[in-house]
């Protein structure tokens, strides 16, 4: 794989995770304001149920992180933090 294409597909990898964690962003809100406006449910549903759901944008984050957060070259986990610029494993730049 050219250096080229290690940097295109973290990009993806890059792109990828941000979404994710846009859409745990957007599932958290509705939590933020029932809990900072103090209301007992929004749009129809408990704070309870927007608790949960913002639950579910973290633990899908968290697969995401765990499962597909990879090296393009080696396939290890390349470290934390979307500005990598190499992989603590095999040193190889991802951009």
């Known amino acids: 794989m050219s250096q080229k294409n290690i940097k295109e597909e973290f990009a993806k990898v890059i792109l990828k995770a ?33 608790f949960n759901i913002s639950v579910l944008g973290f633990v899908i984050y968290g697969i995401y992180y765990l499962f597909f957060w990879k090296c393009p070259k080696c396939g290890s986990f390349p470290g934390r933090g979307w500005f990598r610029k190499n ?3 095999c040193g190889v730049e991802l951009s």
């Open 87 to 89: 992989c603590d494993n």
């Open 18 to 50: 941000k979404l994710i964690a846009a859409l745990f962003f957007i599932l958290l809100a509705p939590s933020i304001v029932i809990t900072v406006k103090g209301l007992d449910e929004l749009f129809g549903y408990s704070e309870d149920v927007w």
